[in-house]
């Protein structure tokens, strides 16, 4: 079967570490142009040398996903360099769990902004061009949060619901247009997401926990892989993966 990645355009939000690093990294070995976003473009361009190095297309830029100009303008240079976009993967997330009562509100408002806003503009900045090709695919990157919620995780799994949410309404929204949609849900998977917990005990717990059943991000890319792969009339439209090993 062909692979259908091959050549393709695709766009990553949050590809400076973790899951959108490997994706990057699998999705380019197996044929696909990368267009890599996220806020430290020190790493990204770093990426994008090394994908070239090893004889793959990538470009990076600066990108706070927060910021809807800035997505756009993303999708925008990857139309302008390549002649189209095939895919968006939104995966750029923080998780800064906290119990409610805590009443971090800051983080609240940044967990809202990145994981939800962030996908919409990711939304926002391709769909014209997808809709004029009459063909794409969006893959947001949610959770198995976005499934369960657990002490701490209110907000975050609050966020990562809203993603399934809204992806489910896009995916029945864009049949006209020949678009697929794709969730992606990971369990534990071994990042950098857990630096960004403010609260000691939680990020104590969290460490131990995913250091013992937590397995690497090359488990998302092969997933986001599959996900491309398929032929153009197959839409998977979500994937739930975990550790082996992980109960929750
Ligand atoms: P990492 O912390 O390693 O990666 C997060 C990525 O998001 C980084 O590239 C970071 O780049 C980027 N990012 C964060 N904020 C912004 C922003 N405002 N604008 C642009 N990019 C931003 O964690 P993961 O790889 O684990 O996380 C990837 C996704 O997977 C997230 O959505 C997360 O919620 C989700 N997830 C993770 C799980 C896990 O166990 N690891 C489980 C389930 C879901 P930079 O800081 O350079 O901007």
Not at 68 to 81: E, T
């Amino acid at each position: 079967m062909e692979s259908n990645i091959k050549g393709k355009v695709v766009v990553i939000t949050g590809a400076s570490s973790g899951m959108g690093e490997a994706a990057a990294k699998h999705l380019s070995a197996l044929g696909a142009t990368v267009v890599l976003g996220a806020r430290r473009a020190d790493r990204i361009k770093m990426l994008a040398q090394e994908i070239q190095d090893n004889g793959g297309q990538a470009l990076a830029f600066a990108v706070d996903v927060t910021q809807r100009d800035q997505v756009k303008g993303l999708v925008d240079a990857a139309v302008a360099q390549f002649g189209r976009v095939d895919v968006i993967l939104n995966n750029a997330g923080i998780m800064p769990l906290s119990p409610i009562d805590r009443l971090n509100v800051e983080e609240w408002d940044t967990m809202i902004d990145v994981n939800i806003k962030g996908v919409l503009n990711g939304i926002a900045a391709v769909l014209p061009y997808m809709k004029d090709q009459k063909s794409g695919q969006i893959i947001n990157t949610s959770s198995v949060a976005g499934h369960k919620v657990f002490t701490g995780s209110a907000v975050y799994s609050a966020t990562k619901y809203a993603v399934r949410a809204l992806t489910e309404g896009l995916r029945m929204e864009v049949k006209p247009y020949n678009i697929r949609t794709t969730i992606v849900c990971p369990g534990a998977v071994k990042t950098e997401l857990l630096e960004h917990i403010t609260e000691a005990d939680i990020q104590q717990a969290n460490k131990e926990y995913v250091g013992a059943v937590g397995i690497s991000p090359d488990s998302f890319a092969r997933v986001v892989a599959f996900a491309i792969s398929q032929p153009e009339d197959v839409d998977i439209n979500e994937v739930i993966f975990r550790p082996t090993s992980q109960e929750l």
